[in-house]
């Protein structure tokens, strides 16, 4: 797997290095000339809205672009510019205000993460549920779409299953897009995938197709996914 990450401020920082941590291929752009990058941070200075760019950026053979510049306008020039250049590459946007969120899904965005509404929920529920670390957290990508988690459970009827012979994805309306496994995560698995036991799948979808999914790896959903 191969990423391009256009932006270097706080996020983007974070962003390189929780892909250093996982072990992802990478590579940074910003236009920003008195940035300091870390040392063995790949990186290219220039403008991502800028297809020569992009092109130098590889990103014809890149899998993920994650657009996380401080600047909403600027990612959804991004976002344009990298699906017209690559079609299959599977990007996500960064968006400061709410109002940006729907308006970066018609730039081409397939996720977009609102950091404001991220840090609200996460501040609200360590003030309600300050005790209760076991709760499992949820991740609001939109204000239709969640990201949660899901742990196989020994004895599973899903067990040996590929994502695509399980039919997780087809009858619950959710996606599928990770898997940790042990110490690894799997970002943007394939079909053929195996699903093994303890593995945790990382699913996005809606609140009522999450629900569906939750009873299905319970064993308690569709027969057609059992």
């Known amino acids: ?54 092109r130098q950026a590889n990103i014809d053979r890149s899998d993920i672009l994650i657009a996380c510049t401080g600047s909403d306008a600027e990612n959804a020039f991004i976002t344009l510019a990298a699906k017209d250049m690559n079609p299959e590459i599977r990007v996500l946007s960064r968006a400061a205000e709410l109002e940006s969120v729907d ?40 204000k239709d779409v969640v990201v949660t988690t899901f742990e196989i459970p020994p004895g599973s009827d899903l067990l040996g299953r590929t994502i695509a012979g399980s039919r997780l994805e087809e009858i619950t309306g959710t996606s599928i897009i990770g898997i940790r496994r042990g110490g690894a995560v799997l970002a943007n698995p394939r079909g053929d995938a195996p699903l093994l036991e303890n593995d945790v799948l990382v699913v ?14 319970r064993g308690e959903g569709p027969a057609q996914a059992r």
């Open 103 to 142: 308006k970066l899904y018609m730039a081409g965005a397939d996720y977009v993460v609102s950091v404001a509404q991220i840090a609200a929920k996460n501040l609200v529920q360590m003030a309600i549920l300050p005790f209760r670390s076991t709760v499992r957290e949820y991740l609001t990508v939109t």
């Open 204 to 217: 996005a979808g809606s609140t009522a197709n999450i629900n569906l999914l939750e009873r299905v790896v």
């Open 1 to 54: 797997m191969r990423c391009i990450v256009c932006g270097y401020g706080v996020v983007g920082r974070n962003v390189a290095d929780t892909l250093d941590l996982y072990g992802i291929d990478y590579i940074v752009v910003d236009r920003d000339k008195a940035l300091r990058p870390q040392a063995g941070v790949p990186f290219i200075l220039g403008d991502a809205k800028d297809e020569e760019v992009l």
